[in-house]
């Protein structure tokens, strides 16, 4: 039901912009994240979204991309974005979209709340 895309090979100090579109079921009031997989790693949190159905959006990030990395959805399309800004090797990683499963929920940095998972895309940056 998601399916994340955008993802590539640049050099530091690059920028890419991560899709998650979403079928199957409206997500535009579900909380919604970004988390990230390196090799040998666990998965981790990045970034979080969620729209409160009037004219508010929650956001939090991790602190190793404040300022570079920017969450956004379009709700009309069902898709959530992530603006990637001025890559560094070290963000090199799986990247993977999920949503908590209602629109009740509030944001997290928990990747045990959410329920519904991409299949992920690949995000190389070389040194």
């Known amino acids: 039901q998601l399916q994340a895309c955008g993802g590539g090979l640049v050099q530091a100090g690059g920028s890419l912009r991560l899709s998650c579109a979403a079928a199957?079921?409206?997500?535009?009031?579900?909380?919604m994240g970004w988390f990230r997989q390196a090799p040998g790693k666990e998965r981790e949190f990045v970034a979080t979204?969620?729209?409160?159905?009037?004219?508010?959006?929650?956001?939090d990030y991790v602190d190793s991309v404040k300022g570079r990395f920017t969450i956004s959805r379009d709700n009309a399309k069902n898709t959530v974005y992530l603006q990637i800004n001025s890559l560094k090797p070290e963000d090199t990683a799986v990247y993977y979209c999920?949503?908590?499963?209602?629109?009740?929920?509030?944001?997290?940095?928990?990747?045990?709340?959410?329920?519904?998972w991409g299949a992920g895309t690949q995000v190389t940056v070389s040194s």
């Open positions: 979204i969620r729209w409160n159905g009037v004219s508010t959006y929650y956001v």
């Open positions: 199957g079921r409206t997500f535009s009031s579900y909380p």
């Open positions: 999920a949503a908590r499963r209602s629109d009740g929920l509030g944001i997290s940095r928990y990747r045990h709340d959410y329920d519904y």
